[in-house]
């Protein structure tokens, strides 16, 4: 069969001129890669270019052969200079260059110090042998002699798993059908082994080789403690009767002799039964008793605490930060607002803090309005159970003061608007006065405005306190052994200057009496405030004149009170709206404050001696501090709406103020920093040059309102 095809087949003539121009082709190209291999000749001027012919424009015949040629070109290879190559000279090509390989671990740190108890500090801690070893494998290996009977052994071990391994290694593959063009189809089926040896050449396998230890854990057991089997029935009469058991059986060992104590546990405990038994009938019930009272007490107060911890915690923590920004204002922070329903109708009257324990405070319920006369109560608060009185005394009337004894916290003198003065004591739990007086012992005929236990250290053991009232006496009160015995040491007369005579005024008359305080220092001094105004310096030895009247206020003064710091300074607040401060060497007072509504309370804070607080009837509490401003209250915050304020007292610990309203109410506030602030370094009386010396508080404070006094220019006061 022979095969014809249209293209013309080329002539020897032909094959031969394209033969010469590829290997002239090839020639120039080769040309071309070797100057361009050699990167020290890199530099070399490439070859001018040639002019390139024109090209003939050729046939369709040439345009085949030109094809035919470019299919069997050789490839062209080109070397190309990286940018970043150094350029060096055949004398640093073949210079040698060594390096040098350590067995450190460059993440090693060499630079670890150590601290050295025999030398009491720090040393460089050298590295040891083994802290730049890397272990990359490591097994447990076993030598055995090879004509000892275990080597046999493992020998024939090693060859049974051989050959359990052989057959598993072949692998047998089905019969595979091939058919051939002419449609017939042959089976074969073939055997071959695959060799499971590792690939030197594949690298992946070969990855990893960190060896992981294996995991172990590790467990401590010891010995359980010796336990036994114990069973019995639980009742409460049954834990009633053990604890009444052990209970006596305690009071008897205690009575018994030292001769007595050797006798057996159960001759005591049968004696003791035998005597309960006797004694039937003076059983006390366990549910009222004094035990089960106090325990429910204490459960109260955690209850309570719990309810109300967020404002446990603003009392105990919270500042407020604000007073930084505030110079010369500060702030009062309501906490508490203590309340009972028997109390509700009736005016606060009075308050007064334990001198022992910081947290309680004694509240007199009574009424100011005359017309409008009831019972009295007396409410014993503490802060820490804040949801009820922690004792309750009610009284036939009114109640209109109230006074603790410094010496014995639980003694409560009691003044009433009938003239009664009442001592109790708080720790028997009664509402019955231990000392009340009488007419037949002495009384007085009209309201009680003010009684003070003073504390006069004279030899004798009997206690006393002093007393004030309209009827114009201040009368001392002795506690005897059956009675309370009055004695008056002073009888309030009234002044009534006339124009013809100013040098020698006339005396007609008793002047009610409202308040009165001693002197901390001087013990026979004490000041007197009268509804008509007047303050009057008396003494007890002088009981029948004054030793000074101060004319300032023209209404009842209702508070005066001396300096706790300052012998020679006090305060008095009337209903004239006004505040003010003595020296009781001069006659005039020293400094003037119109708070805009009647006065109430006013009361010196125990930890500075220039810090006083005073409430008015619109519900606001000023609070000032003389050593900041001597003009103008630091704080003046309403803290109720639709009540008059009439007591304040300070708390001697915790920087707390309490005030009570005409409701029943009493509100606790806690002063911000800026009323607070202590005696800096000035006002202690420290000289640049002088050393530091221990001074006392006391003393500070002293000096602190020396300063004060100095500075005030008595002249142009009013």
């Not at 007396?378 to 009820?388: A, E, G, I, Q, R």
């Not at 310096?537 to 030793?547: D, F, R, T, V």
């Not at 109430?600 to 008015?616: H, I, K, L, Q």
Request: glycine share 6%; hydrophobic share 30%; net charge negative.
């Amino acid at each position: 069969m022979v095969l014809k095809s249209s293209k013309s087949v080329p002539s020897s003539k032909q094959n031969k001129s394209r033969r010469s121009a590829d290997t002239a082709k090839s020639r120039d190209s080769a040309s071309k890669s070797t100057r361009h291999a050699n990167p020290r000749h890199s530099n070399l001027q490439p070859d001018p270019p040639k002019p390139v012919p024109k090209k003939k424009k050729k046939k369709p015949k040439d345009a085949e052969q030109d094809q035919s040629s470019a299919q069997i070109q050789e490839p062209i290879r080109r070397f190309i200079k990286p940018e970043n190559q150094l350029e060096l000279s055949e004398q640093e090509l073949e210079e040698d260059v060594t390096r040098i390989l350590t067995g450190d671990d460059p993440n090693k740190p060499k630079n670890v110090c150590k601290f050295s108890f025999k030398d009491k500090c720090y040393k460089p801690d050298p590295p040891g042998q083994g802290d730049n070893m890397a272990i990359h494998f490591s097994t447990e290996g076993s030598s055995m002699h090879v004509d000892s009977d275990e080597c046999k052994k493992y020998r024939e071990r090693e060859a049974k798993l051989r050959e359990h391994e052989e057959p598993d290694a072949k692998v047998t593959t089905d019969s595979q059908t091939i058919t051939t063009s002419s449609g017939t189809s042959t089976a074969s089926t073939t055997t071959t082994s695959v060799d499971h040896t590792k690939n030197q050449f594949n690298f992946s396998e070969r990855a990893s080789q960190t060896f992981n230890n294996p995991m172990k854990s590790r467990g401590v057991h010891t010995e359980p403690p010796p336990t036994t089997q114990y069973q019995d029935e639980v009742s409460q009469w049954k834990i009633h009767d053990s604890y009444t058991s052990e209970y006596l059986l305690n009071q008897s060992i205690d009575k018994l002799e030292g001769g007595a104590r050797n006798i057996s546990f159960e001759d005591k405990l049968a004696s003791i039964v035998l005597s309960q038994e006797e004694s039937n009938g003076n059983e006390t019930d366990t549910i009222h008793s004094e035990n089960m009272e106090s325990a429910l007490k204490t459960v109260e107060r955690l209850v309570n605490q719990n309810a109300e911890d967020e404002v446990f915690q603003d009392f105990k923590y919270f500042e407020d930060k604000a007073d930084q920004f505030r110079n010369g204002e500060g702030t009062l922070l309501p906490l508490w607002r203590f309340s009972t329903d028997r109390a509700n109708r009736k005016q606060v009257t009075s308050l007064c803090w334990n001198p022992r324990y910081n947290d309680m405070f004694a509240v007199g319920y009574g009424s100011y309005d005359f017309m409008r006369q009831g019972t009295g109560m007396v409410c014993c608060f503490s802060l820490k159970n804040t949801s009820y009185p922690e004792y309750v005394i009610s009284t036939e009337s009114g109640v209109m003061c109230l006074d603790f004894h410094p010496q014995h916290p639980s003694l409560l003198a009691v003044g009433c608007y009938d003239g009664t003065v009442l001592a109790y004591d708080i720790s028997n739990g009664t509402s019955k006065p231990i000392y009340s007086s009488s007419l037949r012992s002495g009384k007085h005929s009209d309201p009680v405005w003010q009684v003070y236990w003073h504390d006069n250290r004279s030899l004798s053991k009997e206690l006393n306190f002093y007393s004030i009232s309209s009827d114009g006496k201040v009368a001392n009160w002795t506690m005897n052994k059956n009675e309370l015995k009055m004695e008056p040491i002073m009888h309030l007369k009234l002044i009534n200057p006339t124009k013809e005579e100013l040098d020698e005024p006339t005396l007609s008359g008793l002047a009610g009496g409202c308040s009165f305080d001693f002197n901390k220092k001087l013990d026979n001094l004490f000041l007197v405030g009268t509804e008509e105004g007047s303050i009057h310096e008396c003494s007890k030895a002088y009981s029948g004149q004054y030793i000074k009247t101060y004319d300032g206020h023209h209404m009842g003064v209702h508070t005066v009170r001396w300096n706790p710091f300052h012998e020679d300074v006090f305060i008095s607040c009337s209903a004239d709206w006004t505040v003010k401060i003595w020296d009781h060497k001069s006659s005039q007072c020293i400094l003037h404050f119109d708070l805009g509504n009647a006065v109430g309370d006013v009361c010196w804070s125990p930890y500075s001696s220039t810090v006083f607080a005073a409430v008015t009837t619109d519900g606001k509490v000023h609070v000032f501090d003389l050593s900041q401003n001597k003009r103008e209250p630091l704080c003046a915050q309403k803290v109720v709406k639709r009540a008059r304020l009439t007591n304040a007292a300070f708390n001697v610990k915790d920087f707390i103020l309490i005030v009570g309203d005409d409701r029943g109410g009493v509100h606790s506030l806690k002063m911000s920093p800026n009323l607070r602030k202590l005696a800096s370094a000035e006002e202690k009386g420290k000289d640049e040059g002088e050393e530091e010396t221990e001074v006392d508080s006391d003393t500070i404070q002293n000096n602190k309102m020396t300063k004060l006094l100095a500075s005030i220019d008595k002249k142009y006061a009013r």
